[in-house]
């Protein structure tokens, strides 16, 4: 909803559409779950096709359906007949601007459940995922391994959406290697570098990360400029690179953490090299931005948090660089420079 037609709207009316967003979003999460996108992708079913197909409950899949085309994903095209809306093809797993893993990944327990325990979080400072009993989001995925593979497609999603930005928005050209830290699948990585021939890549994180990584990472033309080096961002990372890159990875940690990382970063460099850190910078004001919401996901989840222009200075400082510059992309991202001092 835009801000002037919120205006045009009674204050109720426009706090109950926003309370609403719960039911949406996980309708939207049951549509992405069974696949309901995917079997449309021919044109308009019956609810009694879809429901065969998908193994559900004929009744109950039609309520979902006609709840969905009413916020406009799906269309009702005649008495328990839909097709799919330009929305509704996000939900597709086969399109370049899918949405599915991430609309999966919402109602995931790790996910689901920690929003659920959000006051606690803002109650203490801590982690709802430690009022759950889990101390660290991502030693959980790694011991759930359904639940880690949704993550990582909806991260790689994610980065789909935000790699050709990245790639526009900053020249990459005086780079002889880029080593991307944690750069999952390496969706962004090889994204830089099909546009960058002289580049060389490496692809830094955990071994079973790698493991999953291959056949994406092979798939690329560029794969033959790629490596992969194995190893935690909290031990080291590899040693002499151009330009360090990190996208959506200071975000989940707090400042102590994110310390430790930049640190390691730092001593890897040489004096030329630069700090590439991929965010979301929070702006003043109280214009909508997704960051701000993001935010909360990392709060009670991560137990990180987004971070303004002058906080990223200040953690910078601290690690031993200088923040030189921050690039904005088309993306709600930004590439937030640095280069070390002394």
Avoid at 184 to 200: A, M
Wanted: charged share 20%; net charge negative.
């Amino acid at each position: 909803m835009s801000a002037a037609s919120a205006r045009e709207l009674p204050a109720p009316t426009v706090l109950m559409q926003m309370l609403s967003g719960k039911w949406v979003s996980r309708a939207i999460s049951v549509a992405a779950e069974f696949g309901i996108a995917d079997l449309l992708r021919e044109g308009e079913r019956s609810t009694a096709d879809l429901a065969a197909a998908a193994n559900v409950h004929e009744p109950s899949l039609y309520r979902l359906l006609r709840a969905l085309a009413s916020v406009g994903v799906f269309a009702e095209t005649s008495p328990r007949h839909f097709q799919l809306t330009p929305v509704a093809e996000c939900l597709r797993s086969d399109v370049p601007g899918s949405l599915r893993a991430m609309a999966r990944f919402v109602a995931a327990p790790i996910s689901w459940d920690a929003w659920r325990e959000l006051s606690h979080s803002v109650r203490t400072g801590e982690t709802a995922m430690r009022r759950l009993g889990i101390e660290n989001a991502f030693d959980y995925l790694q011991a759930h391994p359904a639940e880690s593979a949704i993550f990582n497609d909806a991260m790689t999603e994610f980065s789909r959406q935000s790699a050709p930005a990245i790639a526009d928005a900053y020249d990459f050209s005086g780079i002889r290697t880029l080593v991307d830290i944690a750069g999952g699948h390496g969706l962004l990585l090889t994204t830089i570098l099909d546009r960058y021939p002289q580049l060389h890549g490496v692809l830094f994180d955990l071994p079973h990360v790698l493991e999953s990584a291959r056949d994406a990472l092979g798939a690329s033309p560029a794969a033959e400029r790629c490596e992969m080096a194995a190893g935690d961002f909290f031990q080291a990372v590899p040693q002499g690179a151009d330009a360090y890159m990190m996208k959506h990875i200071i975000h989940d940690w707090d400042e102590e953490r994110c310390g430790m990382i930049l640190r390691n970063c730092r001593r890897a460099m040489t004096s030329d090299s630069r700090l590439l850190v991929l965010e979301m910078v929070i702006p003043t004001g109280n214009d909508p931005f997704f960051g701000k919401l993001l935010d909360l996901e990392m709060l009670a989840i991560a137990g990180g948090r987004e971070r303004s222009a002058d906080e990223f200075r200040s953690l910078f400082a601290a690690a031993g660089f200088e923040l030189t510059r921050i690039v904005p992309t088309a993306a709600p991202i930004s590439i937030v420079e640095g280069r070390p001092i002394g």
